[in-house]
């Protein structure tokens, strides 16, 4: 990648889209990663974990994407997911996504400043955790899904 004297990291100057693809059509799926900004485990956290999926299953974003599966990791979140209506194309419903669960994090982000309550994992948050993404998962399974793999808590294939 080039370098650029007036930017501190260097950037790419070219696309990952395929050029003259249609990203508004509804027969193609997609595999997509989105990572948190420096790979920060940001979603080690519990309830922000937990609001992310909650907007990913949402009515409103369920009525767009074709979701057909996904693993939220500690810093990175994968979908297997393609788009319903044709009239919006995978990259702004992408942008739009990815807008609100950055105000999600910014919301989470205050509530703990203003608490202070960081709760640093002991021997009951693994249990604590496992229940509550079984929980989860057991929401998601409403999903037209094909298999659940239950190796990371936030999956569902």
């Known amino acids: 990648m080039p370098y650029f004297e007036d930017l501190p990291q260097a950037r790419r100057y070219n696309t990952l889209r395929l050029l003259g693809h249609n990203y508004g059509s509804t027969t193609s799926l997609y595999a997509i990663s989105l990572a948190t900004d420096q790979r920060r485990p940001v979603f080690a956290d519990i309830k922000l974990a937990k609001a992310t999926l909650k907007s990913l299953l949402s009515d409103q974003t369920l009525v767009l994407f074709d979701l057909r599966a996904f693993c939220l990791m500690p810093n990175h979140l994968h979908l297997v997911t393609g788009v319903k209506n044709p009239t919006v194309d995978l ?22 400043v203003e608490t202070r309550a960081i709760t640093l994992p002991g021997s009951d948050f693994h249990q604590n955790g496992v229940r509550e993404s079984r929980e989860l998962i057991t929401v998601a399974l409403s999903l037209p899904v094909l298999q659940l793999f239950l190796t990371y808590p936030f999956s569902v294939v």
Do not use: D, N, P, V
């Open 91 to 112: 990259s702004t419903i992408m942008g739009r996504f990815e807008s609100y669960t950055t105000q999600l994090y910014w919301k989470r982000a205050r509530e703990i």
